[in-house]
Each structure stands twice: as structure tokens, then as C-alpha cells.
């Protein structure tokens, strides 16, 4: 601005509230697996000690925080300054899974603007664990698969002219089991993927 000789009047809006309540932020993990048991942290500032109902909100429908009670919010105390509160929650679903925390006081003079009382957080959930089996024939990986299935693991069998492609594809799966199958079979960008799937992406793999 000054070197285009504009002039900037600057007037500072000076503002204090005495007493408020002020949600800094909700901190959820980026990632999880369906079921996994996580827990969510809510910060909260309050410039006085404040008292109020904590709420928490997946994909807008009420989590019940609070099993024993009428409500499905939990009641908290907020001393002076900035305080973390835990959630412990199991993940719901797969795919993202959005979390809104917002807080009600007890007292309204405990609280000047309400608009600051809320956030939100995403989690990407992963379904259950997979295993890609990739073979020249079903009749090949069968006793394979009847092993994993007796240990509750989810398979998915591929021939090799099935495999995935990229990194994206391989991705859904923990594991890709190949049986009696020869690296020819793999063009060379994907025995590239295969490497880092293993080293990158912490897959696992079997020949």
C-alpha cells in the first residue's frame, strides 16, 4: 500500500467480556477403523469459573454421552483458563464421520456470545480389515481362504490380471496374499505399488 501511496486508516476496536465461555477446539484422530475405541478432546476456555452441558453430535445425530441420565449431553465444570475434556467413543461407521461438540452454560451471565460455543472434527473410518488374495486360480487359495475365514478374517480373491493398479486401489486392504503367483504376472509399475505398499503405506505381504 505504501508503495502505491495509498493511505490505510487504521481505527482498533477495542472489546473486553468479563465473563465468557469459548470453545478453542475439537480434537478428533484423522483417521480410524470401524469400531475402534477413540477418544475425542474438547478445549475449552472460560475467562471465570462456568458450569454447563457438554453435547456431541455424529453426522447431526445426538451421541448420549450420558447413558445414565435423562439427556444425552454430560454435565461439566470449567475452571478458570483453558480445560480439556475427554470423550471416549467407539467409531460408528465407516467413511467420514463428522463430530460437533457444542456447550450450553448453566447460567447465561456465565456465557456473553454463544456463537464461539461449537466446533467440529472429522474422522475418515476404515470398514473392517481385508485381505487381497491374488492367485492363478480360485481352486489354489481355497485352503487359504477357508484358514482366514475360520479366523474371521474378511478375503477378497483376485487373479493376477485383477490386481490393483495404483496405490489408491491397494489400499483398502491390510494385507495381499500371492499364491504361486511369478512376478511377470506384475507389470512393473505395479511391483512398484507392491513396494510401496510395504514400505509407505505399512501393508502387508505374502508369497
Do not use: C, W
Not at 103 to 118: A, G, I, K, V, Y
Not at 147 to 152: C, F, L, Y
Amino acid at each position: 500500500a505504501r508503495a502505491a501511496n495509498v493511505k490505510i486508516d487504521v481505527l482498533p476496536i477495542r472489546y473486553r467480556y468479563q465473563r465468557e465461555v469459548m470453545m478453542d477446539r475439537l480434537v478428533a484422530p484423522a483417521t480410524g477403523r470401524l469400531g475402534e475405541n477413540v477418544n475425542l478432546r474438547v478445549i475449552l476456555s472460560a475467562t471465570k469459573p462456568a458450569s454447563g452441558k457438554l453435547d456431541l453430535t455424529v453426522n447431526g445425530r445426538p451421541l448420549d454421552l450420558d447413558p445414565d441420565g435423562p439427556e444425552t449431553g454430560v454435565a461439566v465444570t470449567l475452571k478458570e483458563g483453558s480445560n480439556a475434556i475427554p470423550i471416549p467413543i467407539s467409531l460408528p461407521a465407516a467413511g467420514a464421520q463428522k463430530f460437533e461438540a457444542f456447550f450450553t452454560p448453566d447460567d447465561n451471565s456465565d456465557d456473553t456470545l454463544t456463537q464461539n460455543n461449537r466446533q467440529n472434527a472429522v474422522t475418515f473410518v476404515s470398514g473392517q480389515g481385508k485381505v487381497l488374495i491374488i492367485s492363478p486360480t480360485e481352486e489354489e487359495s481355497i485352503d487359504f481362504v477357508r484358514a482366514m475365514a475360520a479366523a474371521r478374517i474378511e478375503t477378497e480373491v483376485r487373479l493376477p490380471a485383477e490386481a490393483p493398479k495404483d496405490n489408491v486401489e491397494i489400499s483398502v486392504y491390510d494385507a495381499v496374499i500371492l499364491i504361486n503367483v511369478p512376478a511377470y504376472e506384475f507389470s512393473q509399475a505395479q511391483q512398484e505399488m507392491f513396494r510401496a505398499y510395504v514400505h509407505d503405506m505399512s501393508g502387508g505381504l505374502i508369497m
